[in-house]
């Protein structure tokens, strides 16, 4: 007789029906991330597990467990530079240029330092962080230790998932063969490999916002921010109200965010041509909905920082960083 494999007992813990099952605890998941990220496990156990926590959806004690396992799996810089702000990109954009992207770049052009990290591929007829970048002309890193001297001359970094963790960048690959996301999806997004006090997080589903707000809090995260992003990247939706999510040393609150642009004019872009991108961060385009979802998301990332008291404050000095920016540009 076969012995059980010893990651049977967590698919049968989570798969065992309706009135038998049970999520992990923080403790379990800790172990079966470890084994599904040593390569410790069957593809056929791999596929079972994440398709029932895709079904169920995976608990902030789950998600938990998995960060950890991932963290400690990181192969991290002999110096991990300080951090102010982490960003993840891990949906890719369709009916909009990532206009986030100019926004985190107009953050660290402003002295705030970012790791952005993400992955790409998974879903097709999408515009990746990777591809908007490197067509802005900014570098990718190529390890964490190249993400941190990016930092330190920039500001800025991005990070492919790969480079740091190409366990789960095989695993959210599985995509076409599982034929949904698979719940790495969110758990990669929460990883902070430099350890930044403030995290930014963005969903494509509400109910996610408080699996991600308390998975921070139990991984004692000082500061985050959660809220729906346009096409699940971290960008605000100009023409809709948002409520963003947030947790500030262990207290959790939430607040509405106006509609910035009103109208049905800005459903989708016309033109994703990403040359439009270099464009208008240079001032030789203008557009109102880039400029709303460019500095409505700054503000976002203010108010989370701590660099605004309010959401009107936190606009207005995003509006006043933008337009200095472009007068610069527009002198050059």
């Given at each position: 007789m076969l012995e059980p494999h010893p990651f049977a007992k967590y698919v049968r813990i989570i798969g065992r029906g309706p009135t038998l099952s049970r999520p992990l605890t923080e403790d379990e998941m800790l172990d079966a991330a470890r084994m599904i990220l040593a390569g410790e496990v069957e593809p056929l156990q791999?596929?079972?597990?994440?398709c029932i926590l895709r079904v169920r959806a995976e608990v902030p004690e789950e998600g938990?467990?998995?960060?950890?396992?991932?963290?400690?799996?990181?192969?991290?810089?002999?110096?991990?530079?300080?951090?102010?702000?982490?960003w993840s990109s891990y949906a890719g954009k369709k009916r909009h240029l990532p206009w986030f992207l100019l926004s985190a770049l107009l953050l660290a052009q402003n002295g705030i330092r970012i790791l952005l990290h993400?992955?790409?591929?998974?879903?097709?007829?999408?515009i990746y962080s990777r591809h908007a970048l490197e067509a802005l002309g900014v570098p990718i890193a190529g390890s964490l230790t190249q993400a941190a001297d990016q930092i330190g001359a920039a500001n800025f970094a991005f990070a492919p998932l790969a480079v740091f963790s190409p366990r789960l960048q095989e695993i959210i690959e599985l995509k076409p063969i599982l034929g949904v996301r698979s719940p790495v999806n969110?758990?990669?997004r929460m990883i902070n490999p430099f350890g930044a006090p403030h995290?930014?997080?963005t969903v494509f589903h509400p109910t996610y916002r408080d699996i991600h707000r308390m998975t921070a809090k139990l991984l004692g995260q000082p500061h985050m921010a959660v809220f729906k992003g346009e096409g699940g990247e971290i960008e605000r939706r100009p023409t809709k109200p948002i409520v963003v999510e947030s947790l500030h040393e262990g207290v959790l609150s939430e607040e509405e965010w106006p509609v910035m642009l009103s109208g049905g004019a800005y459903r989708e872009d016309a033109d994703l041509n990403l040359a439009r991108l270099g464009a208008v961060w240079r001032g030789e385009e203008e557009s109102v909905y880039a400029t709303a979802a460019i500095t409505g998301t700054a503000a976002i990332a203010l108010k989370l920082l701590g660099r605004a008291d309010g959401i009107g404050r936190a606009q207005a000095l995003a509006d006043e960083w933008w337009a200095a920016r472009r007068k610069e540009r527009l002198a050059a």
């Open positions: 791999l596929g079972a597990f994440l938990a467990g998995f960060v950890r396992a991932a963290r400690q799996a990181l192969t991290l810089p002999a110096h991990v530079p300080p951090v102010d702000l982490d993400g992955t790409e591929g998974h879903t097709p007829d999408r969110t758990f990669a995290e930014i997080q």
